[in-house]
């Protein structure tokens, strides 16, 4: 019984090596297939990432054109847009710390409160379920912090014929509807004399 268990045990030293080394063989030729596939990004990753910094670029030159003095700078617009969507969104920590470096560029304090004032306004049409929704209503009131929202066109209001007119109420179950009444009056037509000659 004994000789038994060694020749299995001998057998078993014999294979352990071949076998351990084609799992390190084949565990690394995993490892090197899936790094080249992570290396190489989708084509469309990069085409979204040009567009996404020519917009970038877009938008610090139309708040460049849109804006006279420091606020248009491409710096204080990066750091004064961060920092109404931070306040929008309650993190006044990180908003406060953007602040001190929007300060220290000599951007104004103010533009960042009309800003957040304008974006207030807009606060029915931020929608967290449409991307970019919140970016893109802070960039505009950046740009132009008097905007105001679209007032929803009023109701008109019903013309007093249609006022006086009311639906006529329903019949009764079981009775006849009463014949309407006309409009004009119904002459009796009698022959005229003739004239006399």
């Given at each position: 019984m004994?000789?038994?268990l060694q020749r299995e045990i001998t057998v078993l030293r014999h294979l352990a090596v071949p076998v351990l080394l084609l799992l390190l063989a084949t565990g690394t030729a995993f490892a090197q297939s899936g790094?080249?596939?992570?290396?190489?990004p989708p084509a469309n990753n990069a085409a979204d990432a040009a567009k996404e910094a020519q917009r970038k670029t877009d938008q610090?030159?139309?708040?460049?054109?849109a804006i006279n003095g420091p606020a248009g700078n491409?710096?204080?617009?990066?750091?004064g847009r961060r920092v109404v969507q931070l306040i929008w969104v309650d993190d006044l920590d990180t908003a406060f710390r953007?602040?001190?470096?929007?300060?220290?560029?000599?951007c104004p304090g103010g533009h960042i409160?009309?800003?957040f004032r304008c974006l207030t306004r807009f606060g029915a049409q931020i929608d967290d379920?449409?991307?970019?929704?919140l970016r893109d209503h802070v960039h505009m009131c950046w740009i132009n912090p008097a905007a105001q929202p679209p007032q929803p066109s009023p109701t008109p209001a019903p013309t007093p014929a249609a006022a006086a007119a009311s639906p006529t109420p329903a019949a009764p179950a079981g009775s006849s509807p009463a014949p309407a009444p006309s409009a004009t009056p119904q002459a009796t037509v009698s022959p005229s004399p003739a004239p006399a000659k």
């Open positions: 004994r000789r038994v790094n080249q596939d992570q290396g190489k610090f030159t139309e708040a460049a054109q491409p710096e204080c617009v990066w750091l953007h602040v001190d470096l929007y300060d220290r560029f000599g409160q009309a800003a379920k449409v991307p970019n929704s």
